[in-house]
Structures are given as C-alpha cells and as structure tokens.
C-alpha cells in the first residue's frame, strides 16, 4: 500500500469519524438487515419446503421481487462457496510443486466442461439425496452458479500468490512471518485487486446459466425453481413480450443494487492494497462506504474489530529477531500429500467408472467428434481474439480514470451480468438479415458472454499499475502508442493471460448454447463439439456425451499446456512489475 493511498484513507477515515451522521444511516441499517433477514426466512422456506413435481411460474410483475431475491441468494451463496474453493486451492496449487502437476490441468478441466455435462447426473444424484424437500435441487442450482464463477477467480489467485514481489517475500522473512502472518499480511492484500474484479466477473459468469440452473428439464421430469431465470425461460417459451421486459427491468434493477451496495465499496476498499511507493492516486468514491463509514453502529463494530486486531497483529522486528520463531512451513507436507494423493485416487475411481460408459462408444464416432472439436477450438479462438481487441483499450481506460471507472462499472457489471442466450434471438435475427449462417455466427455467440473476462482482467491490471509509473511516462512526454506498449500493455499482460484463459475456458462452456439455438420453433445447429454435446444431453445419449466431454477436456488440456502455459511462464519472468 502506498504511503499516500495510506495517509488519504487515514485522515478521510478520521474526519467521517468524527463527524457522524444522524441518527436515520442507523436506522436504514437496522431496516435493512431486518428486511435480509426476512427475506432469508422466506428463502429457508423455499429450501425446506415439499419437493413439488412442478413449478408453476407466475409471469406477473409482482412475482418478481421475490424471485429476483431467490436468484440472488443461491448467486451470493454459490459465491461464498466459490470464494472458500478459491482460496484453498488456488494456495494449494502455488505452494506445493508436486500437487501443481495436478491441480492446474484439473483446474483446465473443470473450467471447461460444459454444465450440460453434469447437470442430469448432479440433480437426479441430490434429489435423490433428498427425496422430501427442494434442498437437493436448490444445491444443485447453487453447484451449477458455483461452477461459473469459482474458475475464473481461482486462476486470478494462483497467479498473484506466484507474482507477490520480492521486496515484499523478503519483508516478510525479516518479520519472521510464520505461514498464516505470511498470507495475511502479505499475500492476500497483494492479491486483493485482481480477487475483487475477479469476483465481480465471476457473479456475471454466475448469471450466464441462469435460464438452465433454474428451470432445468430432463425428459418428462420437471426440475424448475422459483426464480428470474425459470421466469426468463416461461416467458420465452410463452413469446410473452411483456414478461421478458420486466425480466430484463428486474435483472438490470438486481445487478445494480448488487453493484452500488456491494461491489462498488469493496472495489474502493481494496484501493488501499495498492502496491507502489509514491504518487498521487486520485481516489474513488463510493456513496454506501461513505454511509457505512459515518454510522455509530459500524463505527462500534470496527472498533471491537480493531481491538481484535491489535491483538493478533505480528510483533516488531526487533521483538521477533529475539524470539529467534522459526517459519512456519508455507503448507504443510504430509496434510499436502495425503489430499494430493486422496484426489488421485478419487479421479482414478472417476476415471475408472468413465471407462465403463466409454466402451459402449463406437470407434468410428471418436474421429468424428475430434474434428467437432478442431472447429469449436477455432471459434473460441477467434471469440478470444475479438474480445481482445476491444476490451484491451476499453479495459485500460476504465481502470486508469477513477471517473470512467465510477461512471462505467455499473454499466459494464450490468451488460456481463445479463445472460446472453436472451440475447441470441436477436443476434441471430440480426445475422439472418446480414446472410450468415450459425457456423459463423456462433463465434459472435460466444462472444457475448467470453469477452467480459478479458475486460474485467484488464481493468483490473490498469488499476494496479503504480501511480509512480504513470507520473514517470508523463513526464517524459511519451505519446499514448508508445505509452501503451511501453508502460500499460506490459503492466496489463499478467492479468491478461488470466483474462485469455478464463475467456477461452468461458467460449468452450458457451458452446453448447452457441452452436445449438432454438430460434422461432426451429432448432439451429452448427457443426461442433458444443451442439453435439446439446444434442446428445436431449437425447439422453449419456456414453456421446462422456465422449465429447473427454475429448474437450483432452483439448482443452493440451492447448493449455502449449500455449497458455508458456504465456503465463513468460509474464511471471519478463512482465511482472514485481521482479
């Protein structure tokens, strides 16, 4: 954290302290936390309630409200579950070598499996779980929102545990930080920035889904829930015009609350975990922190949280060279081990279970599905590619102007929170009109939803660029192109290869909505893994649909280890500010 970022935050914190607001911030906080909690009341009611054969969706307006709450509680819990996920693996992946090997292809893996491919036997295994209530299918909604957005924030993790700079490793081995002083105080501040914008593309990628999570259907089983997105998906099935506008009113109402009363403070939050030792950095603002921070009750709160604090913060140097502690090791081997091995032997068992559904595969069909898998991999490149072209530029102004930044992340958070298959009727119309066939038009498909993770990385790396940085290439009077490639593409490229990744990870798991749309009553189909994957869950055809998915993932693997691998390896040693 800068000296003046602290000294801003310090004396900002002390004048909003010593001028408290009246009483009412308390009052509206009080109000609001009733209203949460009796908004969860209803909600543990839902969970708990009867399992019903079927859900009848009311399309009215004033269902929305309540449905809309739903929604946002299974995304803010599949959150704090993929939160929890992120910060145990992604440190177990950076601090043990040997579980490395295994972890990240694992993680490759996950990231691209489509939920098609393990939605049936997820929801009928936890329904069968529990046969007298909706917790089974309420938890598996959850897992498939957890599965979009827990990938993307744990490569971000993985990635600035591996880039903390070296002045800061050293610090901390002065210190003589055991391995919990060494991650608090050092790593997860480091990796705050890039966690927080990660986050907020990980709820988008949450959204994506949603039509599928919520209103899932398996044959003549009916496995909907209550929500905006099994009201998405009545209301498209119905052409009921009016209901999709209030869906879209209701969704874009959701995702900016979320925004101004969430994500909004928790980005100026981790302002102060910026890395850098001077510069002026022109500070953002947030309306709700600045409530938060001037209320009675938080300020109590704080202070109980500070004592706390004060008595688990490290000792002095001096303190701690006397002691003569020794560092505690970062992982501990034999608990790294027996998980490391525990893993294995559980995707050997997988594995071995796999192999029995593959052998009903006919060898004629494995060819014919490796090719599929060569065209969807060359329209998740060229989605890639697009992605980057735009939201390189756009990225870097959002996260360089405080004001851009202030005005367009609630439009950015809106527009990638959205889920793009509502959009696809109108994007296929569009290239309809224009003469292009879905085998094209699917990579635009997939744009929709991939090309946010690009952006949100890069806002992420422009916000972390020191403030010295930029003051040094002003006052050289270096031009905006030189700029550019000399100071903010450098500076961005780690967050971008995590951006690159997590994109392409997104466009294969969107293939399945891209290359198989249903448009006016009629199925659309482009030549590819993803629509045969579509095609083989509704057919229930469950050995295919093993086989596409293991042919992805074989894919997905290797062009990860011969590409995005070496990137990766070239921005820790050659990009990275911190070595």
């Not at 448009?519 to 055809?541: C, D, K």
Request: proline share 5%.
């Amino acid at each position: 954290m800068s000296r003046s970022s602290s000294n801003t935050f310090g004396e900002s914190n002390a004048a909003l302290e010593s001028s408290r607001a009246p009483g009412w911030v308390d009052l509206l906080i009080v109000a609001g936390l009733v209203g949460a909690l009796y908004g969860l009341t209803r909600t543990v009611q839902e969970w708990t309630g009867a399992l019903r054969p079927t859900v009848d969706i009311d399309l009215s307006p004033t269902a929305l409200p309540r449905y809309a709450f739903f929604s946002l509680c299974r995304g803010l819990i599949a959150y704090v579950f993929s939160l929890g996920f992120t910060l145990a693996y992604g440190y177990w992946a950076a601090k043990d070598a040997r579980a490395e090997r295994v972890l990240l292809p694992l993680l490759d893996i996950l990231q691209s499996i489509p939920v098609l491919g393990f939605m049936p036997g997820l929801v009928l295994a936890l329904v069968a779980a529990f046969p007298r209530s909706n917790v089974g299918l309420e938890l598996a909604a959850v897992v498939m929102i957890f599965t979009g957005q827990a990938w993307n924030m744990t490569f971000s993790y993985y990635h600035s545990l591996r880039s903390v700079p070296q002045e800061q490793r050293e610090a901390a081995t002065v210190y003589r930080f055991n391995g919990w002083q060494r991650l608090r105080w050092v790593e997860l501040p480091f990796a705050t920035i890039g966690l927080v914008w990660n986050s907020m593309m990980s709820m988008a990628g949450g959204w994506f889904f949603l039509m599928i999570n919520e209103a899932f259907v398996l044959g003549d089983r009916d496995f909907r829930l209550p929500g905006l997105g099994s009201y998405m998906s009545v209301a498209v099935a119905r052409g009921d015009s009016a209901a999709m506008a209030w869906a879209v009113l209701a969704m874009t109402a959701m995702i900016v609350l979320l925004d101004q009363l969430l994500w909004r403070p928790v980005v100026v939050w981790a302002q102060k975990f910026r890395t850098e030792e001077g510069g002026e950095v022109a500070q953002m603002g947030s309306w709700f922190l600045t409530l938060l921070r001037r209320s009675t009750l938080v300020a109590a709160l704080k202070q109980a949280g500070r004592r706390r604090a004060q008595d688990s913060a490290p000792a002095r140097p001096s303190v701690m060279l006397r002691a003569g502690r020794r560092l505690s090791p970062r992982l501990p081997r034999q608990v790294s081990h027996v998980l490391l091995v525990v893993l294995v032997l559980a995707l050997l068992v997988g594995a071995g279970r796999l192999m029995l559904i593959l052998r009903d595969v006919p060898l004629a069909h494995w060819g014919d599905t490796l090719g599929k898998a060569l065209l969807t991999l060359g329209r998740v490149l060229l989605a890639t590619c697009l992605g980057t072209v735009w939201a390189v530029p756009a990225g870097l102004a959002i996260g360089l102007s405080p004001r851009l930044s202030r005005l367009l992340q609630p439009v950015i958070q809106v527009v990638a929170s959205f889920p793009a298959p509502m959009l696809f009727p109108m994007v296929i119309a569009a290239l309809t009109v224009l003469g292009v066939g879905l085998g094209w038009g699917s990579m635009w498909l997939m744009l929709l939803g991939t090309q946010w993770y690009i952006l949100f990385n890069v806002v992420a790396g422009a916000t972390a660029i020191p403030a010295d940085l930029r003051e040094m290439a002003a006052s050289y009077r270096l031009g905006v192109w030189r700029r550019f490639w000399s100071l903010y593409l450098p500076a961005v490229f780690p967050y971008l290869v995590t951006g690159w990744v997590t994109a392409a990870g997104g466009a294969w798991n969107a293939s399945i909505v891209s290359e198989y749309v249903t448009f006016r009553g009629h199925v659309l189909t482009a030549p590819g893994l993803g629509s045969q994957i579509s095609e083989a869950a509704a057919s229930a055809n469950f050995p295919l649909l093993s086989a596409s998915v293991v042919v992805m993932s074989v894919m997905v693997v290797t062009f990860n280890r011969l590409v995005w691998r070496r990137l990766h390896r070239l921005a820790e040693t050659r990009f990275s500010l911190s070595k």
